[in-house]
């Protein structure tokens, strides 16, 4: 079953630090990783998206990686900013399908 | 440019009457749609998608319906509403044949009451 997991639940850090957000998934086979951020009360947006031989990418203070090898990928937020408080979600793709299978995602939280 | 527009943002039912919400997509053509639905502190559910005019696919099943009249026009409708479709539904769109990056409406937070 394809599944995707994510960690941790949620997080709450002070502004100007960083922070790192897990993705595991057992989606086979796989096509490409997705990272998004949803504000409260909004529709998901993307930050970045990755395919199999893609091992990092990044927008502006968001850095995503993967290892497809062992199936996982990271977000890291440097300097964080209160605006960064929202929930991330991970999602990945699988060849041949049009439905993709969404994590439950990390919420954050950037405290002043 | 592609925008996704979706309607009304917010609802407030009564249990047992019908709903509608619509998603309109500009920019793009033959869109591959979508309906998700997201409990308070929940991931994102999948509950209809299409490839094509009058293709809907249902996930899960339930108390909805989906249809798409239109290429660009993908409707979530139910008969009688329960107190347990409340949610934060989302439309999404992505490229045509492809599972490429979905792009999302603003959402609807639907309260039945």
């Known amino acids: 079953k394809n599944q995707v997991e994510q960690s941790p639940q949620s997080l709450i850090i002070l502004e100007g630090k960083n922070c790192t957000l897990q993705?595991?998934?057992?989606?086979?086979?796989?096509?490409?990783l997705r990272w998004y951020k949803q504000d409260t009360g909004r529709g998901p947006v993307s930050l970045t998206i990755?395919?199999?031989?893609?091992n990092t990418k990044s927008n502006g203070r968001y850095t995503a990686t993967l290892d497809a090898d062992t199936k996982q990928s990271s977000l890291h937020i440097t300097a964080s900013q209160l605006s960064d408080s929202a929930s991330y979600i991970c999602v990945v793709s699988v060849g041949g399908s049009y439905i993709p299978t969404f994590g439950r995602g990390t919420s954050l939280i950037v405290h002043p | 440019s592609q925008t996704i527009h979706q309607w009304p943002a917010t609802l407030v039912q009564p249990v047992g009457s019908p709903l509608s919400l619509e998603c309109t997509v500009e920019?793009?053509?033959?869109?591959?749609l979508y309906w998700y639905r997201q409990a308070a502190g929940r991931g994102l559910q999948l509950l209809f998608y299409?490839?094509?005019?009058?293709?809907i696919s249902s996930e899960v099943p339930q108390n909805l319906s989906a249809s798409r009249p239109q290429d660009r026009q993908f409707i979530l409708s139910s008969k009688k509403l329960l107190l347990s479709d409340s949610g934060f539904y989302l439309c999404a769109w992505s490229v045509a044949r492809t599972n490429t990056e979905a792009f999302f409406g603003q959402g609807t937070r639907l309260t039945v009451v």
């Open positions: 299409s490839v094509g005019i009058g293709q």
């Open positions: 993705c595991n998934y057992t989606v086979s086979p796989f096509s490409n």
């Open positions: 920019g793009t053509s033959n869109p591959n």
């Open positions: 990755m395919t199999f031989s893609e």
